[in-house]
């Protein structure tokens, strides 16, 4: 349109290469689906980039494209797939023991294709997650070593695509917290060096990916890139970073029955959540020290959505609890429970329950295939650092420092369209709409 001005984006040409960590139930159902709906046996459900509409202009306007039509994303033909993982199987021998999607509609048909990728070695350490074994490992004296060795393996992709991008799908580590060793470039080295604890391997891949360029984006809760050494090195490289653990399903649905809540000012005594799931992902959290860490993820976010210290009354003695249970007859399909007790009009008690019965990698595959085009939309827009837009996809967002997060999930959604539009040089929505009224002019 004449006047509109926004970023300048590079084009998506040529491959986007996608490095997974991790190829288990999640990277195979992402691997698998894509390919899916690349051969049109599948319609891309849940992918915000692929499916939804992005309003510009004037309700009257009536200008609506899709996402994928409005801004230069890569195209699903164009992404080449790689991933590391300490078990050795194929992509198609791991998705046939995810047991997530039905092998003979969605896995046979694409055998030969998941046959042909095959998990690089990990850098591994069952220190960090201690319900795991694995026998493709990388061996190095040092953690430096093998951040090295996995510089060299995005180098050596690098070669047959013409951008990547690296997505965490692997397992929660135990619970770190930020110290010394992660405050400058300079220590976190130097801890490398020195086997230091509070480098877990997550870290090793994630330093690995901003030494060489490439964007990253953390599934899991592990404390990652979200320490001050790699967001300035984030910075320094002119990388996008931002955000940690998969949004899919409880978090998903308290990030939109929270802010209902608060909307209508109505107050919360508690919430009790607890998770019944047996795969992969499942059998590493029974470990107390893996729980530890989704469970510092997945708590925070009503404190941030409802801000007690604002409304006392309302929200000021909240009891919130969360349980996740292995349970290894479900497999993938997780259930998650919700007991809520809320309260209205002169304090009267209400409550709210929640049986929600999801398919963990079902609900966080469209997130990777999202993330991983948009991390490289931002990249090619010149974004770098955190990108607070991308907060919609993550039960933990990343912020400039002395921002609180914002996890109210519509809130969230309203900032990944204006950032778009933004980009783009489109004019943002705020949904006043008094140009359509009289009094307007007024």
């Avoid at 591994?124 to 319900?131: G, I, L």
């Avoid at 080295?189 to 990253?216: C, H, R, T």
Wanted: aromatic share 10%; net charge neutral; proline share 6%.
């Amino acid at each position: 349109m004449p006047g509109k001005t926004g970023r300048d984006i590079a084009p998506a040409t040529g491959k986007l290469g996608v490095m997974l960590v991790g190829l288990g139930a999640v990277s195979t159902t992402f691997i698998a689906g894509v390919e899916n709906v690349r051969r049109a046996r599948a319609t891309p459900i849940g992918s915000l980039s692929q499916m939804a509409t992005i309003r510009l202009g004037k309700r009257t306007d009536k200008r609506a494209p899709k996402i994928k039509d409005f801004v230069p994303l890569a195209d699903l033909k164009n992404l080449v797939f790689a991933a590391w993982d300490p078990i050795p199987d194929d992509a198609y021998t791991a998705a046939v023991k995810a047991g997530v999607l039905d092998r003979h509609e969605h896995l046979e048909p694409i055998k030969e294709f998941l046959q042909g990728i095959k998990p690089i070695p990990a850098a591994f350490d069952q220190y960090y997650v201690k319900r795991l074994q694995g026998t493709n490992v990388k061996q190095g004296k040092t953690k430096r070593d093998l951040a090295e060795q996995l510089r060299n393996d995005i180098r050596t992709f690098k070669k047959t695509v013409d951008r990547v991008v690296i997505v965490w799908c692997a397992s929660t580590e135990v619970f770190i917290t930020a110290g010394p060793a992660h405050q400058s470039l300079a220590s976190f080295e130097k801890a490398m060096e020195q086997n230091d604890p509070a480098i877990a391997p997550s870290m090793l891949y994630g330093y690995a990916a901003l030494m060489e360029g490439v964007p990253f984006a953390n599934g899991a809760p592990n404390l990652t890139v979200d320490i001050p050494a790699l967001e300035r090195l984030a910075e320094e490289r002119k990388v996008p970073i931002g955000g940690k653990d998969f949004k899919t399903g409880q978090t998903m649905m308290k990030s939109v029955l929270a802010p209902a809540f608060k909307a209508r000012m109505l107050g919360l005594a508690g919430w009790y959540s607890t998770n019944i799931l047996g795969n992969r992902d499942g059998e590493v959290l029974d470990d107390p020290e893996s729980f530890k860490t989704k469970e510092e993820s997945k708590l925070g976010l009503l404190e941030h959505i409802l801000q007690p210290e604002m409304y006392p009354e309302l929200y000021g003695k909240i009891y919130h609890k969360v349980r996740i249970n292995y349970y290894p007859p479900r497999g993938d399909n997780k259930e998650g429970w919700d007991n809520i007790d809320i309260f209205g009009w002169l304090g009267y008690p209400m409550q709210i329950k929640v049986d929600f019965l999801c398919r963990d990698s079902i609900l966080a595959a469209p997130l990777v295939l999202d993330l991983a085009l948009f991390f490289d939309l931002a990249h090619r827009a010149g974004l770098f650092g955190i990108q607070e837009w991308l907060s919609f996809y993550f039960k933990g967002p990343q912020t400039a420092p002395g921002l609180y997060p914002e996890h109210d999930l519509f809130i969230q959604h309203t900032k990944l369209k204006n950032t778009l539009r933004w980009m783009m040089g489109e004019d943002q929505i705020t949904h006043l709409g008094v140009e359509y009224y009289e009094y307007a002019d007024k």
